[in-house]
């Protein structure tokens, strides 16, 4: 069992940046890779990033790659994810999750065991 909490949302303006974290607990959090994603109203959840469970090994989705990273500190159960340069098709609830994902399936959100409670990003001016 691993819980997963989240904080850093808000309201962003266009070309600003933003941190979004994901506090881990429970049985060896640092065991699981650990993804982000997305998604907006009326639109199907969207793959955004994942890092392996050891952070050797970061993926972005086309639509973020370039202004977003991901990370991890596995002495401190947490993953962040930075956002900058936002547009305004950023906007979306943010959801963190873990698993034991290979790469033929992280980007698949039905891959990941445990899920975070979704933390909303707005960015407009």
């Known amino acids: 069992q691993v819980h997963l909490v989240q904080s850093g949302g808000g309201l962003v303006q266009p070309g600003g940046s933003l941190s979004l974290l994901c506090a881990a607990s429970g049985r060896s959090p640092s065991a699981y890779a650990a993804g982000w994603f997305r998604q907006a109203p009326g639109q199907e959840r969207e793959f955004v990033s994942v890092?392996?469970?050891?952070?050797?090994?970061?993926y972005y989705s086309n639509a973020v790659k370039g202004r977003f990273t991901i990370s991890r500190d596995n002495t401190k159960n947490t993953v962040t994810l930075q956002m900058n340069d936002v547009r305004a098709d950023d906007t979306a609830v943010y959801y963190c999750?873990?698993?034991?994902?290979?790469?033929?399936?992280?980007?698949?959100?039905?891959?990941?065991?445990?899920w975070g409670q979704g933390t909303q990003v707005t960015v407009s001016s």
């Open positions: 999750a873990f698993g034991r994902i290979s790469t033929a399936i992280m980007k698949r959100a039905s891959a990941y065991e445990w």
């Open positions: 890092i392996t469970w050891n952070g050797d090994h970061t």
